[in-house]
């Protein structure tokens, strides 16, 4: 039988540690970001606009920011 390599090492479970960490970060974040807006005198329509360009935006964004570290030659990204 051949020497199978584990799936499920450290450093596989720390990503997928932080991964999630990073989405409950979004998540909480999302999810108060309207009430924030209204508290500083902004109407509905207005904080679920800043509700809307900030999940845009990061939904947007993330396919840059992951090629960045690769492109610019970033080796402690990849091991």
């Known amino acids: 039988m051949e020497d199978k390599e584990k799936l499920w090492t ?5 990503v997928i540690i932080i ?10 974040i999302l999810s108060t970001f309207p009430f924030f807006i209204e508290r500083l005198g902004y109407s509905d329509t207005v904080s679920g606009a800043c509700a809307t360009a900030f ?10 920011v992951g090629w960045l ?11």
Do not use: I, T
């Open 10 to 14: 450290k450093d596989f479970v720390l």
């Open 19 to 28: 991964n999630f960490l990073v989405f409950l970060n979004h998540l909480m």
């Open 55 to 64: 999940s845009l935006v990061a939904v947007l964004a993330r396919p840059f």
């Open 69 to 79: 570290p690769a492109a610019a030659g970033c080796c402690w990204v990849w091991g």
